[in-house]
């Protein structure tokens, strides 16, 4: 009898050869590789979407259409794995941790539950402490990998909100900047908590929280009958990479008993970095801290993680059984079905744990510190062009830029305009964001594929843009 989901040896190896043949051109074509599709017009976009629709067929599709199709599928995309990828928040995608992927996918251990896989389920969770350790936490924190930044925060919430308000929630109130990632907002409300919960504190010219005012709303919302329960600090902004002063709302916390949670997604990890540990002091205090490998540490998209201080926090508002798991003894290494949403879940460990032996943790400390070398250059030539405005020096890798211009909406226009043409040569991906109402470029340097070089390219293209810009529309 043969069975067509399981191909024996020699067909393994020839799946697994076209794979990995392709996957190894694709990544050596990526520092030539367009970085966007600007220019491929939306007719053809929608074309391809349709095409790529398409159900499976009753009947084996020739392995060689099957793979044309799937590169088909990755062709035509904003260019995130590359050097050119300076929008958003970056990350990258190790090929060491492609490669431990398809061994994590092809072994399929169960790690929900830590006694049906002792060894993986200790292998993924040394990175949970590693993690722990990097933010400066002591003896007794924990955490878990989840899927990214959201899920961290959103898991981050419940456990504060269950451990601060318990069930009667309807007065809780969070504090956080309007600089803060939406997700944080989203997190409350998939919690269940009211939007009249989130409290926007003023942040100040340099975007970070104003700690008094944030004290004075406190104390106006406790004696109008809310509960304050948690305060969000940013290890680094989305929009212009700024800092909460993280100590400061440590201190805060503490006197408030509020929980404290900072948002380390996009600049967490550069506590692994002298300068980073520096400009992120505070963050060691914090209950929990999102962090995620799949911008900070350059893994591919789905490795984020919740640490916090105190484990059994997470246990408290995550930990559920049910009879059929009778069976399972409690191990060494917690069971991460009770410290997140998840039961089945991906083996997200492995992913991060072999890059980080196969390199040393010196490696990711040197490419980040790159990377806020890179941000300090770009920065100072920028700063030098007087067509352009740089309000904020760049605390960790994030260059956020404006055009000058007599009035607001000029030089929003002009931006816009900067970001066409920039994104138009194909060399570059860059995106922007709108602070304090104004329209602002940004730079963002993680990809761990992008260096000095893409980097120039970017501040050239940049400064190019904009001389090209003010001069067609000043005649
Ligand atoms: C500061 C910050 N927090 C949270 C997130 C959300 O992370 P994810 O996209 O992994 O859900 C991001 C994403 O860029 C971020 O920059």
């Not at 902004?237 to 408030?256: K, Q, V, W």
Request: glycine share 8%; proline share 6%.
């Amino acid at each position: 009898m043969r069975y067509p989901l399981e191909p024996d040896r020699s067909e393994m190896q020839a799946l697994a050869d076209a794979v990995l043949r392709r996957a190894i051109d694709f990544v050596e074509q990526l520092p030539e590789r367009p970085a966007s599709p600007a220019g491929v017009q939306p007719e053809e976009i929608r074309a391809l979407q349709r095409r790529l629709l398409a159900p499976p067929a009753e009947e084996p599709t020739p392995l060689g259409d099957v793979l044309a199709r799937m590169e088909e599928a990755a062709d035509t995309a904003v260019e995130s794995a590359g050097p050119s990828y300076l929008a958003y928040t970056p990350g990258g995608g190790l090929f060491a941790a492609a490669v431990a992927d398809l061994y994590a996918r092809a072994t399929n251990r169960y790690i929900g539950l830590s006694a049906v896989a002792p060894g993986m389920a200790a292998l993924e969770y040394s990175v949970v402490r590693w993690l722990c350790d990097v933010a400066g936490f002591p003896a007794g924190a924990g955490g878990i990998l989840v899927s990214g930044g959201s899920t961290a925060n959103f898991t981050a919430l419940v456990a504060a909100r269950e451990q601060r308000l318990g069930e009667d929630i309807a007065a809780g109130a969070l504090y956080m900047t309007r600089e803060a990632h939406h997700s944080v907002g989203k997190a409350a409300r998939l919690a269940g908590l009211p939007q009249r919960s989130l409290r926007i504190v003023p942040a100040s010219s340099e975007r970070r929280m104003d700690v008094q005012a944030a004290a004075r709303m406190i104390a106006a919302d406790r004696a109008a009958g809310l509960r304050p329960f948690l305060l969000v600090g940013s290890a680094g902004t989305t929009n212009t990479g700024a800092i909460d002063p993280l100590s400061e709302l440590a201190d805060l916390a503490a006197r408030e008993g509020l929980w404290y949670h900072v948002d380390g997604a996009y600049g967490g990890l550069f506590c692994l970095t002298e300068r980073g540990r520096e400009r992120l002091r505070g963050i060691e205090r914090a209950d929990s801290v999102t962090l995620d490998p799949h911008k900070g540490l350059f893994m591919p998209y789905g490795t984020g993680a919740l640490i916090v201080r105190e484990l059994r926090t997470l246990r408290a508002a995550h930990a559920a059984s049910g009879e059929y798991l009778q069976d399972l003894p409690d191990q060494e290494v917690p069971d991460f079905a009770d410290l997140g949403p998840e039961l089945t879940r991906e083996v997200r460990g492995l992913r991060v744990w072999l890059p980080l032996h196969l390199y040393g943790v010196a490696a990711f400390r040197a490419a980040l510190d790159e990377k806020i070398d890179l941000a300090q250059h770009a920065y100072r030539r920028l700063a030098a062009e007087p067509l352009l405005d740089l309000p904020w020096e760049p605390q960790l890798s994030i260059v956020a830029l404006r055009v000058k211009a007599q009035d607001g909406e000029r030089a929003d226009a002009l931006g816009r305009n900067v970001l066409e043409r920039v994104n138009a040569g194909r060399r570059v991906f860059l995106s922007s964001t709108v602070v304090e109402g104004r329209f602002t470029l940004r730079l963002a340097i993680l990809a761990h594929r992008s260096h000095r070089d893409r980097v120039d390219e970017a501040v050239a293209a940049i400064i190019e843009a904009v001389r090209d810009a003010s001069n067609s529309t000043a005649t």
